[in-house]
């Protein structure tokens, strides 16, 4: 009985840990998985992509100056990125156009459409994803991460470099 208890007790934050990270894996409440098709976020009312100076050259980013990066298991135009990936791997999504800024191409700038009349805006070939782990605009923290995320350039390739 003794060993019992003590198991129990180990298992309990074991099991505590298991269940905070299928949580934060996303899922729906009804246990449906419906939230896959789904933004990570709530789209903005409007976007925009423009260039940035970064130490990997000219960029692009939104109109805050947040990094975007491109997913080299996505096809040309259509995201690959799954929900476990969308919650470190958020779209830039828009109810509206996205529109073209400062030193951007128009004509490399589209549209894909996800869930709930949101679309992700696509950059050439490249969806275009924020990283969770840069804090401030200018961060290229994603920049190389698992050897599939990369910054994107004006023209529309990846920067494969590292910082």
């Known amino acids: 009985m003794r060993s019992t208890r003590k198991t129990s007790l180990l298992a309990a934050p074991l099991v505590t840990a298991a269940l905070l990270t299928l949580s934060a894996c996303g899922g729906s409440a009804d246990g449906s998985g419906d939230d896959a098709a789904k933004?990570?976020?709530k789209p903005a009312a409007a976007a925009s992509?423009?260039?940035a100076d970064s130490a990997l050259g000219k960029i692009l980013v939104d109109d805050s100056g947040r990094t975007l990066y491109g997913f080299t298991k996505d096809k040309p135009g259509a995201g690959n990125c799954d929900a476990d990936c969308i919650a470190v791997w958020p779209a830039l999504t828009s109810a509206k156009d996205v529109k073209a800024g400062a030193g951007t191409d128009a004509a490399l700038l589209k549209e894909t459409k996800l869930g709930e009349g949101a679309e992700q805006a696509t950059y050439g070939d490249w969806p275009l994803y924020y990283y969770?782990?840069?804090?401030?605009p200018g961060d290229v923290n994603g920049q190389g991460l698992d050897g599939e995320w990369f910054v994107i350039a004006a023209d529309g390739k990846l920067i494969k470099k590292a910082v």
């Open 39 to 41: 933004p990570a976020r």
């Open 49 to 51: 992509v423009k260039t």
């Open 132 to 136: 969770v782990g840069d804090a401030t």
